[in-house]
């Protein structure tokens, strides 16, 4: 048990209950470690705010989604499944997959080492974690511990929340949106400890998707609000300004102020860090940040002067520039840096929710962030007053934009704008949002009732169907071998929920 365990006279969660991953049941205990308000980098950051021109802010995102193709169908990880059939398509690419989710612990130790000052942020899916467990690679999670619960690395790696089985937000039933979130904590803190679970302040969506309905971002925010996260990261495009213009380039340089209003006229807001657009995983994998960094100034925000950031995320496995490219450029960037000699000084590597926490500490208030919202918000704004707004008023006039404005739409915004998560698939979200209806008329009430519920095997085992039947791939890989992957997890969840 950890130091935070033991102070907080926290259960120690076991990282597989009942077989399965434990995703649920410790609701209080986990919020007690998430709610926590003190600086998760401040005291340990070796950098100096004064000495940065600009910084640049590189994330690994890595995902595997669970499947029933096991030997006798068991749900297991599509990285075993590329591995038991290495001739089908390019699954040869298993061992080169499993590489890239360990190698993080070889590169960062070995950068330290000789005199190097680098960072990186990680973002894995439930679902990889999970898999990997299942296939008994020990050596992956020994690599990810030693960066993650060794404190020595802790100003270098800063892990990043994500949803637990890579649903897309704007397709999510909106109920499921925080029990992803809450899933994601319980099992990465089962795996890395409660330490480890209280520096996770910075959150990463799924195919960088950003809901755009009202209602729906309302909930997304106050869900990962409630959850402790200070920060969201956000594609460019997903956003604009409240009158509806685009945000000004060097705006997104800096942390914004996402801000959702719903369809009662409540507001809520959100840090957001921006990613801006390119070929994400080849900027990452050849270190672009950094070259675009070198480029860019100190701003202002309110009354004081901070660095700009480059923000940027890739699949960490994904592709050959990623495989092969990354740690050639990773390591050479690094070397260029301590070279120059200014290693903590002009333009260095920062991670998220240390850089906002030095630019706090300097007396940036993010009141005085610029302040954005979800795309085609202001149009549905400019025709409902805010003051005097309804559900009904509101979903009235988004049926009025979708039958004249060929732009408008509802169906949020990602890194992937070219698909649609919705459109073509109703054979997967009507049976989707039919087993979220069906678990949550049969365990809200009961939880209500008795929040140990949650603890309960059927319980666990019901929420984890639920959950891996929003998984995105089951509509990115397109309709086939897929949408069929998703109707047996569809017809085993509501075999156990009936």
Same mark, same amino acid.
């Not at 021109?53 to 990880?77: D, K, V, Y």
């Not at 149009?379 to 039958?403: F, G, M």
């Given at each position: 048990?950890?130091?935070?365990?033991?102070?907080?006279?926290?259960?120690?969660?076991?990282?597989?209950?009942?077989?399965?991953?434990?995703?649920?049941?410790?609701?209080?205990?986990?919020?007690?470690?998430?709610?926590?308000?003190?600086?998760?980098?401040?005291?340990?950051?070796?950098?100096?705010?004064?000495?940065?021109?600009?910084?640049?802010?590189?994330?690994?995102?890595?995902?595997?989604?669970?499947?029933?193709?096991?030997?006798?169908?068991?749900?297991?990880?599509?990285?075993?499944?590329?591995?038991?059939?290495?001739?089908?398509?390019?699954?040869?690419?298993?061992?080169?997959?499993?590489?890239?989710?360990?190698?993080?612990?070889?590169?960062?130790?070995?950068?330290?080492?000789?005199?190097?000052?680098?960072?990186?942020?990680?973002?894995?899916?439930?679902?990889?974690?999970?898999?990997?467990?299942?296939?008994? !690679?020990?050596?992956? +999670?020994?690599?990810?511990?030693?960066?993650?619960?060794?404190?020595?690395?802790? *100003?270098?790696?800063?892990?990043?929340?994500?949803? #637990?089985?890579?649903?897309?937000?704007?397709?999510?039933?909106?109920?499921?949106?925080?029990?992803?979130?809450? =899933? #994601?904590?319980?099992?990465?803190?089962?795996?890395?400890?409660?330490?480890?679970?209280?520096?996770?302040?910075?959150?990463?969506?799924? /195919?960088?998707?950003?809901?755009?309905?009202?209602?729906?971002?309302?909930?997304?925010?106050?869900?990962?609000?409630?959850?402790?996260?200070?920060?969201?990261?956000?594609?460019?495009?997903?956003?604009?300004?409240?009158?509806?213009?685009?945000?000004?380039?060097?705006?997104?340089?800096?942390?914004?102020? %996402?801000?959702? !209003?719903?369809?009662?006229?409540?507001?809520?807001?959100?840090?957001? %860090?921006?990613?801006?657009?390119?070929?994400?995983?080849?900027?990452?994998?050849?270190?672009?940040?950094? +070259?675009?960094?070198?480029?860019?100034?100190?701003?202002?925000?309110?009354?004081?002067?901070? *660095?700009?950031?480059?923000?940027?995320?890739?699949?960490?496995?994904?592709?050959?520039?990623?495989?092969?490219?990354?740690?050639?450029? +990773?390591?050479?960037?690094?070397?260029?840096?301590?070279?120059?000699?200014?290693?903590?000084?002009?333009?260095?590597?920062?991670?998220?929710?240390?850089?906002?926490? %030095?630019?706090? =500490?300097?007396?940036?208030?993010? /009141?005085?962030?610029?302040?954005?919202?979800?795309?085609?918000?202001?149009?549905?704004?400019?025709?409902?007053?805010?003051?005097?707004?309804?559900?009904? =008023?509101?979903?009235?006039?988004?049926?009025?934009?979708? =039958?004249?404005?060929?732009?408008?739409?509802?169906?949020?915004?990602?890194?992937?704008?070219?698909?649609?998560?919705?459109?073509?698939?109703?054979?997967?979200?009507?049976?989707?949002?039919?087993?979220?209806?069906?678990?949550?008329?049969?365990?809200?009430?009961?939880?209500?009732?008795? *929040? %140990?519920?949650?603890?309960?095997?059927?319980?666990? /085992?019901?929420?984890?169907?639920?959950?891996?039947?929003?998984?995105?791939?089951? !509509?990115? #890989?397109?309709?086939?071998?897929?949408?069929?992957?998703?109707?047996?997890?569809?017809?085993?969840?509501?075999?156990?929920?009936?």
């Amino acid at each position: 048990m950890t130091a935070t365990a033991q102070s907080f006279n926290l259960p120690a969660l076991t990282e597989l209950r009942s077989g399965l991953p434990n995703i649920c049941g410790w609701e209080a205990a986990i919020q007690s470690i998430v709610k926590q308000e003190e600086p998760v980098y401040l005291n340990t950051t070796n950098l100096k705010l004064e000495n940065i021109t600009a910084g640049f802010a590189c994330a690994l995102h890595m995902h595997q989604p669970s499947i029933p193709a096991g030997i006798n169908g068991e749900i297991i990880s599509n990285i075993q499944y590329m591995f038991e059939h290495p001739y089908d398509g390019d699954n040869h690419n298993a061992g080169a997959f499993a590489w890239c989710y360990s190698r993080m612990g070889e590169f960062i130790p070995q950068l330290i080492s000789q005199g190097c000052n680098p960072r990186i942020m990680l973002d894995y899916s439930g679902n990889l974690l999970w898999g990997l467990r299942q296939m008994g !690679r020990d050596d992956i +999670f020994n690599n990810l511990k030693r960066i993650t619960s060794d404190p020595q690395y802790q *100003p270098y790696v800063e892990w990043l929340g994500t949803m #637990w089985s890579h649903a897309v937000v704007p397709s999510t039933p909106i109920p499921d949106i925080k029990l992803h979130i809450q =899933a #994601w904590q319980h099992h990465f803190a089962a795996i890395f400890g409660y330490d480890a679970l209280k520096g996770v302040k910075g959150f990463s969506p799924p /195919e960088m998707h950003l809901p755009n309905h009202p209602d729906t971002l309302f909930e997304y925010i106050k869900a990962l609000k409630e959850c402790g996260y200070r920060w969201l990261m956000v594609q460019e495009h997903s956003l604009e300004r409240l009158d509806g213009s685009g945000l000004k380039h060097e705006d997104k340089y800096i942390p914004n102020r %996402l801000l959702a !209003r719903n369809s009662h006229g409540e507001t809520i807001s959100i840090t957001a %860090l921006i990613k801006t657009q390119g070929s994400d995983t080849k900027l990452v994998a050849q270190m672009q940040p950094y +070259f675009e960094a070198k480029g860019k100034n100190k701003q202002q925000i309110g009354n004081v002067t901070v *660095p700009s950031l480059v923000t940027q995320i890739a699949d960490g496995e994904n592709g050959g520039v990623m495989m092969n490219e990354y740690p050639r450029d +990773f390591f050479r960037v690094y070397h260029e840096i301590r070279d120059a000699g200014n290693n903590y000084a002009g333009v260095v590597a920062l991670n998220g929710t240390e850089y906002l926490e %030095l630019i706090a =500490a300097a007396g940036v208030n993010c /009141e005085d962030y610029p302040t954005c919202q979800a795309v085609h918000q202001h149009k549905i704004w400019q025709r409902v007053d805010p003051d005097n707004a309804t559900p009904e =008023a509101v979903e009235k006039v988004i049926a009025e934009l979708k =039958a004249t404005d060929h732009q408008f739409h509802m169906d949020g915004a990602s890194w992937t704008n070219n698909l649609s998560w919705v459109e073509g698939y109703e054979n997967v979200l009507d049976p989707m949002k039919k087993l979220s209806v069906m678990f949550h008329e049969k365990y809200d009430s009961l939880v209500q009732q008795d *929040p %140990l519920v949650t603890q309960r095997p059927d319980y666990q /085992e019901a929420l984890l169907y639920n959950l891996l039947l929003q998984t995105s791939c089951f !509509r990115y #890989w397109g309709q086939g071998t897929w949408t069929d992957y998703a109707r047996e997890i569809y017809r085993r969840g509501e075999a156990m929920l009936k």
